[in-house]
């Protein structure tokens, strides 16, 4: 025990990298502890995305006539035996009657929706709407977001953004119009992705190189144990203007970790902050058990660079470095395609997929098993086939899948080929979509990480908007399936571009992009 209370004193130089790596090389309790709670938003996510499912469903339940107009067709719909024919309680007829809830007729419903509150019934676009304006107000964040990322850092960012979020969901208690809709929808967009992004890249830049992996498999779990905290809240909860305040109260929780944790001392070098950057690392070898002593130490950012003021650049100078390193605009502008791709399909198979049971609660937790399976192959792939492999796999996966989906084979009313294909391949696109996060996050150098992640997640938000509307701008099942093999297969062969990073450091600066992609070229070239 005193051997453990006693600083060790470090070389004369070293990276923050080489420190890390060091003290936090043996798993330790603290800080999983500490991990779990700043990946902890991730569920917050699954409960902001699919909320609208149920707060605004459409009813599709017998209902009671009003008016005389609904007694008439009532009759129309009626057998000479009495027996009334079900059609006759389709959404489809009341639309087309034009019969109005609450004066023609009304639904003695147990739970209350938007949908009918808001009078859209009969315009279900425009429930879709708000679920494609969840990821517009992502991209709005995004956008901005990245100038907070870098210069407000991670941590407070993540803050802004989980009050963001908060916030804009409690106003649902106080919802009573379509127009505050599509306001809180925004608001939950732009402060969730900004609070997800601040959190992962925070925690990336915290843990060693060997437990990146573990990190992104975590990460996918707490994601999917949004979906059973979900279909509680509103299985339980009956009236949806207080399924948005129960909402809130969960999803707070998850900031108060963010608020007692420190910057990342990489974020902290990278502005030239090097003495807090030397506090924190002491801080955390403490809870790692293995305290160093760093106050005659020459901390670095990478390998042979000391930490400056020129590394504190604006967005403005990381955007024109960008440009002048061709091998991260490269990189980059792959991965702004794959995270298009593999956010396109992952929404447009959950958005949908059809009907899987009778309720949405079932079928949400179905959605939940699918991804959980995902997130298994997910910790296998990379754990021996790397990210490069690993997504490749995935994409390739999922592009056969889709292609053996065109197989027109049907044995039951709702069971066909196609539905069993395509819900397989939310395997492959779980597994595809995750490493994203985690290979993104390691591709990009810490000046350019929050650039470039944010990014990339403006061009998923642009897919996700798309994605739930997939099914009706390709009305051809066999060309809908195309489209997303093709998809999925080119997203495979740009993926050949990147190179492996797996145990490798992570880049602190644009020029260690470089070095990388030709230390790995002269390795291929000599195997």
């Known amino acids: 025990?005193?051997?453990?209370?006693?600083?060790?004193?470090?070389?004369?130089?070293?990276?923050?990298?080489?420190?890390?790596?060091?003290?936090?090389?043996?798993?330790?309790?603290?800080?999983?502890v500490i991990t779990i709670c700043a990946l902890s938003?991730?569920?917050?996510?699954?409960?902001?995305?699919?909320?609208?499912?149920?707060?605004?469903?459409?009813?599709?339940?017998?209902?009671?006539?009003?008016?005389?107009?609904?007694?008439?067709?009532?009759?129309?719909?009626?057998?000479?035996?009495?027996?009334?024919n079900s059609t006759f309680y389709d959404t489809a007829t009341i639309c087309e009657n034009e019969m109005i809830h609450g004066v023609d007729f009304k639904w003695d419903l147990s739970r209350t929706t938007f949908a009918v509150d808001f009078d859209k019934i009969c315009r279900d676009s425009e429930i879709s709407l708000l679920n494609s304006l969840y990821f517009v107000g992502a991209a709005i964040s995004l956008l901005f977001g990245s100038v907070a990322l870098e210069s407000f850092g991670r941590r407070k960012s993540s803050i802004i953004g989980g009050i963001i979020c908060t916030?804009?969901?409690?106003?649902?208690?106080?919802?009573?119009?379509?127009?505050?809709?599509i306001a809180i929808r925004l608001l939950q967009g732009m402060g969730n992705f900004l609070f997800y992004t601040g959190n992962f890249v925070w925690v990336l830049e915290f843990i060693p190189d060997q437990y990146r992996t573990y990190c992104a498999t975590l990460s996918s779990m707490i994601w999917v144990s949004g979906y059973p905290i979900v279909v509680c809240l509103c299985y339980f909860i009956h009236d949806w203007n207080f399924i948005f305040l129960a909402s809130?109260?969960?999803?707070?929780?998850?900031?108060?970790?963010?608020?007692?944790?420190p910057d990342s001392p990489r974020y902290l070098m990278s502005i030239g902050k090097v003495e807090e950057a030397k506090k924190v690392l002491i801080m955390y070898s403490k809870l790692a058990k293995k305290p160093i002593d760093l106050n005659e130490v020459d901390l670095i950012v990478g390998e042979t660079e000391n930490a400056s003021k020129e590394d504190n650049m604006s967005i403005t100078a990381r955007i024109a470095e960008m440009g002048?390193?061709?091998?991260l605009m490269l990189e980059t502008l792959v991965q702004w395609y794959l995270w298009f791709v593999c956010c396109l399909l992952f929404f447009f198979l959950n958005y949908g997929w059809g009907s899987f049971g009778d309720t949405p609660y079932v079928n949400y937790l179905f959605a939940a098993l699918g991804e959980t399976i995902g997130a298994a192959v997910f910790l296998f792939v990379l754990t021996f086939m790397g990210r490069k492999t690993g997504l490749m796999l995935g994409l390739v996966f999922s592009c056969l899948c889709f292609l053996l989906a065109m197989i027109p084979?049907?044995?039951?009313?709702?069971?066909?080929?196609?539905?069993?294909?395509?819900?397989?391949?939310?395997?492959?696109?779980?597994?595809?979509?995750?490493?994203?996060?985690?290979?993104?996050?390691?591709?990009?150098?810490?000046?350019?990480?929050g650039l470039v992640l944010s990014s990339c997640s403006i061009s998923a938000r642009f897919a996700a908007f798309i994605g739930p509307f997939v099914s009706d701008i390709f009305h051809s099942s066999t060309v809908k399936l195309g489209v997303n093999a093709s998809l999925a297969g080119s997203a495979a062969l740009l993926v050949l571009l990147l190179p492996e990073t797996r145990m490798l450091p992570i880049p602190e600066q644009a020029k260690d992009v470089s070095r990388r992609r030709k230390k790995q070229r002269r390795a291929n070239d000599g195997a």
């Open 1 to 32: 025990s005193l051997k453990m209370c006693v600083s060790v004193k470090e070389e004369k130089t070293q990276t923050v990298d080489e420190i890390i790596n060091k003290t936090g090389k043996s798993p330790n309790i603290p800080m999983l």
């Open 41 to 84: 938003c991730a569920y917050a996510g699954t409960i902001f995305t699919y909320m609208v499912q149920f707060t605004g469903f459409i009813p599709n339940e017998k209902y009671t006539c009003l008016s005389q107009k609904c007694f008439d067709l009532k009759s129309h719909y009626t057998s000479k035996s009495g027996k009334i």
């Open 167 to 181: 916030f804009g969901t409690l106003i649902g208690l106080f919802c009573r119009s379509y127009n505050f809709m």
């Open 248 to 261: 809130a109260l969960v999803v707070s929780i998850t900031i108060i970790p963010v608020i007692l944790l």
């Open 324 to 327: 002048k390193h061709k091998a």
């Open 409 to 449: 084979w049907q044995w039951t009313d709702l069971w066909s080929f196609e539905r069993l294909m395509t819900l397989v391949s939310i395997v492959g696109v779980t597994v595809a979509f995750t490493i994203c996060y985690l290979y993104s996050a390691e591709l990009a150098p810490t000046t350019h990480r």
